[in-house]
């Protein structure tokens, strides 16, 4: 690395320690602490967010970019210095240009957003929550306004979490997709389901769901030595470094596989981030590239590996070892159909891989329009109901079942939710170039073997940090864009393959 960079590696670094820093106070918060530490909590951690903001945006640090800048200008794009300066000043640029009184204001908005929204969706009182939510909504066009976009203004919200992504290509790729989803779900919902799935809400030991939690976790090679699991109200995943990334779930005595299921998702998480660049620690390249891209590797193990066929013809026999005779009753093909059941319900995060991708749809065309002023907070309810009713053919009975089932909105996280149906797209393509370019993969996760993809996934995606932004990522490795193709495809060979066995 020249000189110039040194210098910009090392003041990084110190911001850099000072986000892990944070990262395991939070962690910490969402997993051990006791009720009463909330407060003091609260203060170190607005401490520490101030400090980091601080140096990040200092007028040192701009001056060590612009020296990087000078020193690799005319070097290749997408060398490792290039793209490392390009990150900084991206980063430096994003918060340079938001005034620490709209931060504060953001912040202090969505901590009281936060208690204000579960008790409305307690009552299912949109209402009650609508001030703090039109609050939210405004503080954010005045962010979009500020960081600035040539397009739409929710182009430079959707930045925040996917890089370079415009809403006109959202529209472009959801608009493909629906019209290929929509006919799709219409026709499966029509018919029966192809099992039945009371064996799934039984009661299952917990300590066993948990012991083969951890069996799968190993064969998937999540590295205890540089991570561990614990629980949470939420399941998440979190990394303070590559060396140590930690996952979250919970249990439940009558749900069989959803503990399992979020195990899958946050290994998929956690495997990208002990993947990430080793010798680039701590540098602005360190980074995943998105949380598209971030989601595309939990959705890749949890629905395309962990609901396959393959997966449970290795996995079925382990687990009725684990259970004693509970699920002797089941065989492969009822287990493998009940885990791909698909049925239309109001809750998002409670949706099959089938009708996923259409809550997100009525979300980004509400957050869109809300950024955009043509839609204002209190029409929220009935379009919401509208578009269920459009899309998925049901209308939620109240509001906690509709419009205030998420908490991204008292976040003030408008532009996020797009970038699960990214994820959903981005799986299916690096999904089928990895199985291009290792035919073996398929058989070996019949045998319970995810090395070769776990590789390949190394390989092409993980190693390369922040260096490319999603859209250039699927080009180096399809020679394309981010397509709908593949996931329709993998949808429909699915979905018709498990409902045409009933
Ligand atoms: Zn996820």
Same mark, same amino acid.
């Given at each position: 690395m020249s000189p110039a960079i040194e210098k910009l590696n090392n003041a990084w670094a110190r911001i850099s320690r000072i986000e892990q820093t944070i990262a395991v106070l939070s962690w910490d918060m969402e997993t051990y602490m006791p009720v009463e530490g909330v407060k003091p909590r609260a203060e170190q951690l607005a401490l520490l967010s101030e400090l980091s903001h601080r140096w990040l945006i200092s007028d040192e640090t701009g001056r060590l970019i612009e020296d990087a800048e000078a020193e690799t200008r005319g070097s290749?794009?997408?060398?490792?210095?290039?793209?490392?300066?390009?990150?900084?000043?991206?980063?430096?640029?994003?918060?340079?240009?938001?005034?620490? +009184? =709209? /931060?504060?204001?953001?912040?202090?908005?969505?901590?009281?957003?936060n @208690?204000?929204?579960? !008790?409305?969706?307690?009552?299912?009182?949109?209402?009650?929550?609508?001030?703090?939510?039109? +609050? =939210? /909504?405004?503080?954010?066009?005045?962010?979009?306004?500020?960081?600035? @976009?040539?397009?739409? !203004?929710?182009?430079?919200?959707?930045?925040?979490y996917e890089p370079d992504l415009t809403t006109a290509e959202v529209e472009r790729l959801f608009g493909e997709l629906k019209t290929g989803l929509i006919p799709l779900v219409k026709e499966i919902t029509a018919r029966k389901s192809p099992a039945d799935t009371a064996f799934l809400?039984?009661?299952?030991?917990?300590?066993?769901?948990?012991a083969f939690g951890l069996r799968v976790l190993g064969d998937m090679k999540f590295d205890f030595n540089r991570g561990r699991q614990d629980r949470s109200a939420h399941p998440f995943t979190t990394s303070f470094t590559p060396y140590d990334v930690r996952i979250t779930t919970r249990y439940s005595e009558d749900d069989l596989l959803s503990a399992l299921f979020s195990t899958i998702h946050e290994a998929g998480h956690a495997l990208y981030d002990m993947g990430l660049p080793l010798d680039l620690l701590e540098t602005p390249l360190c980074q995943p590239i998105s949380l598209g891209v971030h989601e595309s590797q939990s959705r890749l193990w949890e629905n395309i590996v962990g609901r396959s066929r393959g997966f449970w013809k290795h996995y079925?026999?382990?687990?009725?070892?684990?259970?004693?005779?509970?699920?002797?009753?089941?065989g492969l093909q009822q287990f493998y159909a009940a885990v791909n059941t698909s049925r239309p319900g109001f809750i998002r995060v409670e949706s099959d891989e089938l009708t996923y991708n259409l809550h997100i749809f009525i979300r980004f065309e509400i957050e869109k329009e809300l950024i955009g002023g043509s839609l204002s907070v209190k029409q929220i309810p009935s379009l919401w109901n509208e578009?269920?009713?459009?899309y998925l053919g049901i209308v939620p009975p109240n509001d906690a079942l509709g419009c205030l089932?998420?908490?991204?909105?008292?976040?003030?996280?408008?532009?996020?939710?797009?970038?699960?149906?990214i994820g959903n797209l981005l799986s299916a393509q690096l999904y089928r170039a990895a199985i291009d370019a290792c035919p073996s993969i398929p058989g070996d996760i019949k045998k319970g073997n995810?090395?070769?993809?776990?590789?390949?996934?190394?390989?092409?995606?993980?190693?390369?940090?922040?260096?490319?932004?999603?859209?250039?990522l699927v080009k180096n490795i399809t020679g394309g864009g981010i397509q709908v193709g593949p996931f329709m495809r993998y949808l429909a060979d699915k979905f018709h393959e498990v409902y045409s066995l009933s």
């Open positions: 290749d794009y997408f060398s490792i210095e290039a793209s490392l300066v390009r990150a900084a000043r991206r980063a430096y640029d994003q918060k340079k240009k938001l005034p620490e +009184e =709209l /931060v504060t204001r953001l912040a202090r908005t969505t901590a009281q957003a @208690s204000i929204w579960i !008790r409305a969706r307690e009552e299912a009182s949109f209402p009650a929550f609508a001030p703090v939510l039109s +609050e =939210l /909504v405004a503080i954010s066009r005045d962010m979009a306004d500020l960081l600035g @976009s040539t397009g739409h !203004r929710y182009d430079a919200l959707l930045d925040l809400t039984r009661t299952y030991d917990t300590g066993r769901q948990e079925l026999p382990i687990l009725k070892e684990h259970f004693h005779g509970q699920l002797d009753d089941v578009t269920y009713q459009d089932q998420d908490i991204h909105w008292a976040h003030g996280s408008f532009g996020y939710f797009p970038t699960y149906t995810f090395i070769a993809l776990l590789e390949w996934l190394r390989e092409n995606v993980h190693r390369h940090g922040s260096r490319y932004t999603s859209a250039e």
